[in-house]
């Protein structure tokens, strides 16, 4: 069982990340003070300390060099990101903004437990190469170490890509819906590339103010601007020798993009209010849910850096169109809900399951994750209805209504059918002599949503069919 030391001066706060961990099988000691941790227990035999970074007597960073290789995940507030950058300069292994939630903490301390075993297993390598490793145990390391499930073929074939890619120094811009899982194919790409004992940085470029991403990613220098009280290095100087992961870089302002095609082309960057620029060793990896060619097109995103960026393009597939691993996420998702929360042995019905098969889940897995947790909780049972997940589940519903119509439709349902064999059958028998209206009242779902099943089956609307 790993052993976790947390030293946090907030009572409230140490005792609820204790209980979260301790439900989640850590044994967790704690202090509220770095002077404290060292009188009470020998820090360099735990496996992991999660520290705050503002601490009475000395700051959390403390513990870097008393931790003597243990790693330190340094908690901060958003407003202390500049001082978090400084943290992984000295030695932090990651940090986490706080607020958090429960998830974002367990991910995080996950991670980093894995990737130190992985490390004590793994023959020695120099530190800026781990590109010793077959094709083989490459892609077995890719998905196996990241838990990332994917049996359809989109997926295998992104496997494929990141053993490719993930070697090379090569800018990776990955593109996919929100919530598909983007930061996890660009921890893969870091984790296996020759930069993997270095940072990997991570910034989403929606959530900083725009008065504030040259500052934040760039650095700057004392008396810059109002507030400027002293001189402070940017996250792309932070990720010097690692990777730079720009979350959302199609909401990165013009002028921060210049910036950023200047560290593309040549290597260096220059603080916010200095005439000095200096070298950096930077791989970036971007990220984005928008067409950026298309913002290329109407001037909301600079067409040479798009270019830039778009050396390997990597797509993440939308939840909807990767077959069966939606239910295998689903469970997945459950079992680690039931282990978090004490709830051995829920289940999904079969309706729930049908349910989770046949939505579109527009926020993909995120929005799955988040059902799940919800259904876990509100489950009074050991099984987990379709109701509970809280979806739109209109199509796990139309048996009951094909068996209400199926006597004008000439359709009779049968065991080969599924669900959606069903809707497409039913719309198609139907949409010469009824309008969409009427369509979607008999299917017993919304107008909106038959526009969208329609769009997804791939079943157009015929011109001869009755007015809406």
Request: glycine content about 6%; charged content about 30%; aromatic content about 4%.
């Amino acid at each position: 069982m790993p052993n976790i030391l947390i030293v946090e001066d907030e009572t409230i706060i140490r005792s609820a990340l204790r209980r979260l961990l301790e439900r989640n099988q850590y044994q967790v000691s704690e202090a509220g003070s770095v002077q404290e941790a060292q009188e009470r227990h020998s820090i360099p035999s735990f496996d992991l300390i999660v520290s705050d970074l503002r601490l009475p007597g000395a700051p959390g960073t403390e513990l870097i060099k008393l931790a003597e290789g243990t790693p330190v995940l340094i908690m901060t507030s958003y407003a202390s990101l500049r001082s978090a950058v400084d943290s992984m300069k000295l030695g932090a292994v990651d940090y986490i903004a706080k607020p958090f939630d429960h998830d974002e903490m367990l991910q995080a301390v996950a991670r980093i437990l894995k990737d130190r075993e992985n490390a004590r297993n793994r023959p020695a390598e120099s530190p800026r190469s781990n590109t010793g490793r077959s094709p083989e145990k490459a892609a077995a390391a890719v998905e196996g170490d990241m838990n990332i499930i994917g049996n359809c073929a989109p997926m295998q074939d992104l496997f494929s890509k990141i053993r490719k890619v993930a070697p090379t120094d090569s800018t990776v811009l990955i593109q996919g819906e929100s919530g598909t899982g983007k930061e996890l194919v660009a921890r893969a790409l870091h984790n296996f590339s020759r930069r993997a004992k270095a940072p990997m940085i991570s910034v989403n470029c929606a959530a900083i103010p725009e008065s504030l991403i040259e500052s934040e990613l760039f650095g700057h220098e004392k008396g810059a601007f109002t507030g400027a009280s002293a001189g402070r290095a940017g996250l792309v100087e932070a990720a010097d020798g690692g990777t730079l992961f720009l979350d959302e870089i199609g909401e990165l302002p013009l002028e921060a993009q210049a910036r950023l095609l200047r560290v593309l082309q040549e290597g260096e960057i220059r603080r916010v209010g200095s005439v000095q620029s200096q070298k950096v060793d930077v791989r970036l990896i971007a990220a984005t849910h928008r067409d950026l060619k298309s913002l290329a097109k109407i001037g909301q995103f600079r067409e040479d850096l798009y270019y830039r960026l778009n050396v390997i393009a990597l797509r993440l597939p939308a939840l909807r169109e990767r077959g069966d691993d939606v239910l295998e996420i689903a469970r997945a998702f459950l079992q680690r809900q039931c282990t978090q929360m004490a709830r051995e042995g829920l289940h999904f019905s079969y309706e729930a399951e049908q349910a989770i098969a046949q939505y579109s889940w527009p926020g993909n897995v995120r929005e799955l994750e988040n059902a799940i947790e919800r259904a876990v909780i509100l489950c009074e049972g050991g099984e987990i209805s379709a109701e509970l997940l809280g979806i739109d589940i209109e199509l796990a519903e139309l048996d009951d209504d094909f068996d209400n119509s199926s006597s004008g439709s000439g359709l009779e349902p049968t065991e080969d059918l599924s669900l959606e064999d069903y809707f497409q059958h039913f719309v198609l028998e139907h949409q010469d002599h009824m309008t969409e209206t009427e369509l979607a009242r008999k299917l017993g779902i919304s107008r909106k949503c038959l526009w969208e099943r329609r769009q997804r089956l791939g079943i157009p609307r015929r011109k001869s069919s009755a007015s809406s």
